[in-house]
């Protein structure tokens, strides 16, 4: 077997893989934040599609493997090389901004998502934090509160800005693990179309001998 051949096997054989590995990865990697019930739902219906997509982005990779087309593979590299980048500046300026580690009990910690407006009892707990520091951070805020899940959370914020900050953190988590899967099988394929033979050129018909000739 020519070693062109054994290595075109290889690599799509690893993009399989990768390909698999990702679906399982959008299902078995949980957010390393709390959600409520109804956004837990809401996450497992998005990854279910994004794991199609995935899925749907084999047909065109088997097809257009050959050379003439390292080109158009390169660009969509780059394309989802830069939305990565994207969501995760997004991801992580959302996960710092927005989120904080409160210890529920001794052995028990949550990573809880806030909300972007106080309560009224919130914004006096933040005027009591004031009056012993210069500065109120989220975390000393929910300190005047018995916080054990993360409905409790809508005591100091305003349930619509908890909404959203999950929603858009939730985006950024999802479509990051989607645009580093799907770079991940586009730069195989990248690999796999230099590597390919060129495709042969269709000989040109010939020309009938005129007449008397």
């Not at 075109?8 to 590995?21: D, G, N, T």
């Not at 257009?64 to 660009?75: H, P, Q």
């Not at 730069?187 to 042969?200: E, H, M, S």
Request: glycine share 4%.
């Amino acid at each position: 077997m020519p070693e062109s051949t054994i290595k075109e096997s290889f690599l799509k054989w690893l993009q399989l893989a990768a390909w698999i590995l990702s679906v399982l990865g959008t299902f078995l990697i949980e957010p390393p934040f709390s959600l409520p019930d109804q956004q837990k739902f809401v996450a497992g219906f998005t990854k279910f599609f994004l794991a199609v997509f995935l899925g749907l982005l084999l047909y065109p990779l088997n097809k257009y493997k050959k050379a003439e087309y390292t080109r158009r593979w390169w660009i969509a590299g780059i394309v989802l090389f830069f939305s990565a980048m994207i969501m995760t500046a997004g991801y992580l300026t959302t996960y710092q901004e927005k989120t904080i580690l409160h210890q529920v009990n001794d052995m028990t910690y949550l990573r809880l998502v806030v909300g972007n407006r106080l309560t009224a009892d919130g914004d006096t707990a933040r005027v009591e934090v004031l009056k012993q520091k210069a500065v109120a951070t989220n975390e000393d805020i929910v300190t005047n509160f018995s916080i054990q899940t993360v409905e409790d959370l809508k005591q100091v914020w305003e349930p619509e800005g908890i909404r959203f900050n999950n929603y858009l953190l939730l985006g950024f988590y999802l479509l990051l693990i989607f645009s580093c899967s799907a770079l991940l099988m586009i730069a195989l394929q990248v690999i796999k179309a230099v590597d390919a033979p060129p495709k042969p050129d269709t000989p040109a018909a010939a020309t009938p001998p005129a007449d008397g000739q």
